[in-house]
């Protein structure tokens, strides 16, 4: 039984249940191991979680690293409205991406400040790659001028984090409507259209 068949069945755990709400004694169960075979692997629970995090965030930053290189030639206006597309289609479907998002909105208490740290470098990140896009599209006259590459880039992630809210706490209805009140606000805003 290795590390990476406990964490993925974890990952699932920690994803659907939260940290308080999974069990090592379940997670070992779906492992097909006793509980105190995790303990070969991970210290206890706080450090599987966090290795997950850790995992997760470097997922999420390769993910969107793929996205940007397949899609940096489109438009604009299509580049960020379909990030945003694929962010709630990634929630729906992949596991690691649903457990990131759920921790970035819910982290245990005892664990605030190791998840916090790992969620703000993830930000940072995220913000380091949309700049140079943002900034690109300011400079082909396809965004006004006026509200710059950074400021541009700030809006775009807080819209990405109303939706992500609408994701984990509404459903379907309340996340569409978010969506295009916030893209239209957000995209008239930034436009010349």
């Known amino acids: 039984m290795t590390a990476e068949q406990i964490k993925e069945v974890s990952l699932k755990h920690f994803a659907n249940n939260g940290y308080e709400g999974a069990s090592l004694a379940h997670i070992a169960e779906d492992v097909g191991i006793k509980k105190q ?30 996205f940007i290189e397949s899609n940096q030639t489109r438009p604009i206006k299509e580049f960020l409205y379909d990030f945003l597309l694929r962010s709630i289609d990634r929630y729906g479907k992949n596991v690691s991406y649903k457990f990131w998002t759920r921790t970035s909105f819910f982290p245990p208490n005892h664990l605030n400040e190791s998840v916090m740290n790992l ?25 006004s001028s006026i509200i710059g590459e950074k ?22 209805e309340r996340l569409t409507k978010r969506l295009d009140a916030s893209w239209y606000v957000f995209w008239h805003g930034l436009s010349k259209e």
């Open 37 to 66: 075979s995790i303990y070969t692997h991970f210290k206890g629970k706080d450090e599987l979680f966090i290795q997950l995090c850790r995992d997760a965030s470097e997922n999420e930053i390769k993910s969107v690293i793929n």
């Open 119 to 143: 969620v703000n470098q993830y930000l940072d990140k995220l913000e380091e790659l949309f700049i140079p896009i943002l900034k690109k599209a300011l400079a082909e006259g396809a965004i």
């Open 151 to 172: 400021r541009a880039t700030a809006a775009f992630l807080g819209m990405l984090d109303g939706i992500l809210v609408e994701m984990v706490y509404g459903g379907p």
